[in-house]
């Protein structure tokens, strides 16, 4: 996880400047996008953090070695559904569920129960019809 520590390192390194330079540049009288700047920063420096402690505890990846091949990480990567339509039936549920926040609750309530059925569906597709396990 070497290279994942390092990029939110690196963006908690460039985001203490950027918050500073906004400091000065809004003469600190602007105090929410200060707040969201320095917020942001100590969430990168939390997120490297927690990255690093735990790439201590765990065997180097593959990806993490310069001089590994391809064949390194060849191996499974788990159990995949070839093709599935539930995802696009969630999405538009999420759409409606959206569109419900705008226009009305009884918009939204019809889109969170398709998207609990969409859920259910989704859940439960490898454990029968064609792709079954």
């Known amino acids: 996880m070497r290279v994942e520590t390092k990029l939110f390192l690196y963006l908690f390194v460039f985001f ?3 918050t500073l330079i906004y ?3 809004s003469k ?3 105090p929410i996008g200060v707040t969201a700047l320095i917020l942001t920063a100590l969430l990168f420096a939390l997120s490297g ?3 690093y402690a735990t790439g201590k505890k765990l065997p180097l990846r593959p990806e993490d070695n310069a001089s590994g091949e391809i064949e390194d990480a060849e191996g499974n990567y788990g159990y995949f559904v070839a093709s599935s ?3 696009l039936w969630l999405a538009g549920s999420a759409a ?3 569109a419900g926040l705008a226009i009305g ?3 939204f309530i019809i889109g969170a129960v398709f998207a609990i059925v969409a859920v259910c569906l989704w859940v439960f597709e490898s454990f029968s019809g064609e ?3």
Request: charged content about 5%; proline content about 8%; cysteine-free.
């Open 28 to 30: 600190w009288s602007e």
């Open 96 to 98: 409606v569920m959206f």
């Open 105 to 107: 609750w009884w918009l």
């Open 131 to 133: 792709y079954s396990i």
């Open 16 to 18: 203490v400047p950027v």
């Open 23 to 25: 400091g000065f540049w």
């Open 85 to 87: 339509w539930t995802p």
């Open 49 to 51: 953090f927690y990255l």
